[in-house]
């Protein structure tokens, strides 16, 4: 049972490169995050999609994009990358019927931009 | 605006003892809080979580505590052991299911 994978796993990017990160969840959840962590930030929500076809910006929305190309995937897309976006990104999923289980992530994606 | 909040970025304890791990919150319309476990080099693995109409809920050596007046929640592990040194963070959801995370606190259990 997978559960949430996220691809890759390490990337190093140049300035004002783009790059995609990809994740995939087989567990037939509707809803899917994509948060980033930083030392003493915790973890912050940059998009989500609550349903198949809907993107929704979350706190800190800017410098990315999301496609939800499916229901099982979510990508998270890098167009002209910046330092500032050096950063763990997690993403999740969830069934909103059972919320008191929160969310299944994946194993992370840990990004330096340079 | 960090809605929830942890203020102890660390915290020590000996094996066999308690760990206590606070979090604040600011926002009343919290339905559900969410303790999360995180290990290095893995996503965060759900833990335990209460009601927002509930003031206790305990799973075997994990017990959480909410008081609501206080919009204070805190996480007991009794006895802590070696394998419970992780990075917690406590989550609250909103009636749409969207969780906002705290800063996280590092617990670290000593022999």
């Known amino acids: 049972n997978a559960g949430v994978t996220q691809t890759p796993k390490f990337q190093v990017l140049k300035t004002g490169q783009s790059m995609t990160l990809q994740c995939a969840q087989d567990?037939?959840?509707?809803?899917m995050y994509w948060y980033r962590q930083d030392p003493g930030m915790g973890l912050r929500l940059i998009y989500y999609?609550?349903?198949?076809?809907?993107?929704d910006k979350g706190e800190v929305p800017n410098g990315y994009n999301v496609s939800r190309l499916n229901k099982r995937e979510f990508s998270l897309r890098l167009e002209s990358a910046a330092p500032s976006q050096t950063s763990v990104y997690f993403c999740?999923?969830?069934?909103?019927?059972?919320?008191?289980?929160?969310?299944?992530f994946g194993s992370g994606t840990r990004l330096t931009v340079v | 605006d960090q809605q929830v909040k942890q203020n102890s970025p660390s915290l020590s304890v000996q094996e066999g003892r308690i760990s206590i791990l606070n979090c604040d919150y600011t926002?009343?319309?919290?339905?559900?809080f969410l303790w999360y476990k995180k290990y290095p080099a893995e996503g965060p693995t759900f833990l335990i979580s209460i009601s927002s109409i509930k003031d206790k809920n305990e799973d075997g050596r994990f017990t959480v505590f909410l008081n609501k007046s206080a919009k204070h929640l805190s996480l007991h592990i009794v006895p802590s052991q070696p394998g419970d040194s992780a990075v917690y963070f406590c989550?609250?959801?909103?009636?749409?299911?969207?969780?906002?995370f705290g800063a996280g606190t590092q617990v670290v259990v000593t022999p």
């Open positions: 999740a999923s969830s069934a909103l019927s059972t919320v008191n289980y929160g969310y299944t």
């Open positions: 567990m037939n959840h509707n809803s």
């Open positions: 926002n009343s319309m919290f339905d559900y």
């Open positions: 989550a609250a959801a909103d009636s749409w299911g969207k969780l906002q």
């Open positions: 999609s609550a349903s198949e076809g809907t993107t």
